[in-house]
């Protein structure tokens, strides 16, 4: 038998998402992979939302993950524009090469 | 209140939204890389300071469903943002003219920042401190890389928006989590909250701390501030200067309402909060030792600049430190805030007007025998650089002495003696310069600097107050003081 949905379990399917989004950003070298990432990041955080605010049958947190989805959406934009600006002066997306500035 | 008391009071922002509007109007009209949007700009600016004056609020006035407070502070924050933006659209035409970075943009996306950090400060809202966070974020990590054929630029902006983004994304937990403890994305339900239960204290503690893990690092204190030397030093050198100022300056406002989400005074809140207390002590210490100490090494004027703002950082971190203990110390942190953005943007104006070659930030060397080329530029630099190292006559000298004074008061004594400490390591640091400046002999083949007017004078507007607030320093603080005493 399959049990029925429960908020907590959402919460532990973001908290898996979430740190996979950490790692990732962390771990791969491919800077479209790391801006995967980040996006991953802020989905599971619209999870968590939506799973509190069924725990508190509040709305609000539903309408917050609206506005970070807008948000995000925004985000990726500009980091998408400033990995192909770097493409062009770089040719390479990888981040193990993308070391002028040290000390 | 009625509803048009409350337009009144946020005239200011809606000035300054509906002058970003225009000035994007005017870069898509004419797309050039002449003045119309710099003249837009600068008189979008001048009309926000003035609605800032002439709408000052008295107290602590809520809004929009307590989403949002304007408080004096708040206001008085915004009228310096928008001197400095002022200052910044003055001084650095002439870095963008040499740089060949497109104008309208550059004061499009400038306004943009000044608006974010501005509704960054006014957020009474978790949810609106993130989005405020973001407009104010967004733009920073685009103009960061605005020099769009070098590729230091690009790695800086790159660099910031993963650090950037990842922050935001970790804000944005903490805020799930605080949601999923409290109930509430309002701070002031979230303080009621704290008043009357201890339920859910597992979940609140870890979002709380993540909260402000975030805006650590956005003022890059010290375990977190690995992504700030290499932002400067890429970034174009006015950006650079806008986000050392506007940036931290947000920054610090935000972690002191964060500070003061709870209700410390309940009996089962002190725990917490003395644990709260040894993490910012913890990295208050760590900003200052490893930022005065780094900063003596650093060979890129720009390098060296933000490893002094991570020691500033450790500064700002003690007031507020104290101002944890007693709530009214809080005028040492407006006041540092408001004397260490007035020198830094000084500083990175002359920096800007100053770069030697077309794609290089200056290195300490370029400064050599800089006083039998232009005796007038040395003493400018010597005004900015002194008051950096916090010598009298200056106002960085007031800044860090009302910082050691409220942690003296607050009974954290053995730490304005770690502070002073590293105020005299870091003073060698910003002496150095003066002194390669004058004793040295110039590089015959040294490029010769030419500086616009309007560029020359913005500088000389910020050393005016650096040394005006330097030597009549009452004035402001009185006013700082009174603000703090009412928030």
């Known amino acids: 038998m399959i049990p029925e949905l429960q908020p907590w379990m959402l919460l ?5 998402v979430f740190t996979i989004g950490l790692l990732g ?79 | ?122 957020a009474k809202d978790l949810v609106v401190m993130f989005i405020a966070l973001e407009v104010m974020s967004l733009p920073a990590y685009t103009l960061a890389g605005f020099r769009r054929n070098d590729a230091r630029s690009n790695e800086a902006a790159i660099k910031y928006y993963i650090t950037g983004g990842t922050l935001g994304a970790v804000f944005l937990l903490g805020a799930s989590f605080v949601f999923g403890a409290t109930g509430s994305t309002h ?30 690092f956005k003022v890059a204190a010290v375990p977190f501030h690995f992504w ?13 200067g806008v986000m050392a100022t506007v940036v931290t300056m947000a920054g610090f406002v935000v972690l002191a309402r964060l500070l003061g989400m709870i209700d410390s005074a309940r009996i089962e809140w002190v725990p917490y909060f003395e644990s709260l207390k040894q993490l910012i002590r913890l990295v208050a210490v760590l900003s200052l030792v490893v930022g005065s100490a780094v900063v003596v090494t650093q060979k890129n004027l720009k390098r060296m600049l933000a490893y002094s703002s991570i020691s500033h950082s450790g500064y700002l971190l003690l007031g507020l430190l104290a101002a944890m203990t007693k709530p009214e110390l809080i005028y040492s942190v407006w006041i540092y805030l408001f004397g260490y953005s007035l020198m830094t943007c000084g500083l990175f104006l002359l920096i800007s007007q100053s770069e030697p070659r077309e794609d290089a930030g200056t290195e300490l060397v370029d400064l050599t025998g800089l006083f039998k080329r232009s005796p007038f530029r040395t003493l400018l630099w010597t005004i900015f650089l002194l008051s950096m190292a916090g010598m009298p ?29 590293c105020a005299v390591v870091g003073a060698y640091a910003y002496l150095r310069p003066i002194a390669l400046m004058v004793m040295r002999d110039a590089d015959p083949t040294a490029a010769s600097f030419k500086t616009s007017f309007t560029g020359q004078l913005a500088v000389v507007i910020s050393a005016l107050g650096v040394v005006g607030w330097g030597i009549m320093p009452n004035l402001v603080i009185q006013i700082l003081k009174g603000i703090a005493l009412q928030h």
């Open chain 2, 187 to 216: 701070l002031a339900d979230i303080f009621l909250w704290s008043q009357g239960t201890t339920a859910n204290f597992g979940l609140f503690y870890v979002g709380h701390v993540l909260l402000l893990i975030a805006f650590l």
């Open chain 2, 1 to 122: 209140m009625d509803s048009f008391e409350s337009l009144s009071l946020v005239s200011p922002w809606l000035v300054l939204a509906g002058g970003i509007l225009a000035t994007m109007m005017i870069s898509v009209v004419r797309v050039s890389t002449k003045r119309p949007a710099q003249v837009f700009a600068i008189l979008t600016l001048f009309l926000t300071l003035l609605c800032c004056l002439k709408n000052m609020p008295e107290g602590t006035q809520v809004l929009f469903n307590g989403a949002m407070e304007v408080s004096p502070l708040t206001t008085l924050a915004l009228a310096l943002l928008s001197v400095l933006g002022i200052l910044f659209g003055f001084g650095s035409s002439r870095y963008l003219t040499k740089e060949k970075i497109h104008f309208s943009d550059y004061y499009h996306l400038l306004l943009i920042l000044i608006l974010g950090a501005s509704i960054l400060m006014c």
């Open chain 1, 12 to 16: 532990i399917v973001a908290m898996i």
């Open chain 1, 25 to 103: 950003v962390i771990v791969r070298k491919n800077l479209l992979i790391m801006l995967m990432s980040i996006e991953l990041m802020l989905n599971s955080v619209n999870l968590c939302f939506v799973a509190f605010s069924r725990i508190h049958h509040l709305v609000e947190g539903d309408l917050t993950a609206l506005f970070v989805m807008t948000v995000a959406a925004a985000e990726s934009a500009v980091g998408l524009g400033l990995v192909i600006a770097l493409f062009r002066t770089l040719r390479t997306v990888d981040s193990d090469q993308i070391q002028m500035l040290r000390d």
């Open chain 2, 228 to 240: 700030k030397p290499d932002v400067y030093e890429g970034a174009p050198t006015a950006v650079t």
């Open chain 2, 393 to 421: 006559l200056t106002i960085g000298f007031f800044t860090k002495y009302f910082v050691f004074l409220s942690s003296l008061d607050a009974g954290e004594g053995i730490f304005a003696v770690v502070a002073a400490v």
